[in-house]
């Protein structure tokens, strides 16, 4: 695994932790040194399979239903 690839998975791991929280997708991103929010959105689809946003809501509704 490259330098450049362990950095952004960490990052998109710290992000998964967020998002269970519910933080601000748009906040998110900047915090976490991505250049926009559209460059967050195709790393994190590209290494977890899916959308923040759709992250997001379902490991809310996860965390609701215990």
């Known amino acids: 695994m490259t ?3 362990y950095q952004l998975n960490h990052k998109i791991n710290d992000a ?6 519910g933080m601000d997708i748009a906040q998110l991103s900047y ?3 991505f250049s926009d929010q559209s460059h967050f959105h195709r790393v994190f ?3 977890t399979g ?3 946003k759709l992250y ?3 490991h ?3 965390l609701s239903k215990s």
């Open 3 to 5: 330098p450049h690839a």
């Open 16 to 21: 998964r932790i967020f998002l269970k929280q």
């Open 31 to 33: 915090m976490l040194g």
């Open 45 to 47: 689809k590209s290494l």
């Open 50 to 52: 899916t959308t923040p």
């Open 56 to 58: 997001q809501k379902q």
């Open 60 to 62: 809310r509704a996860i």
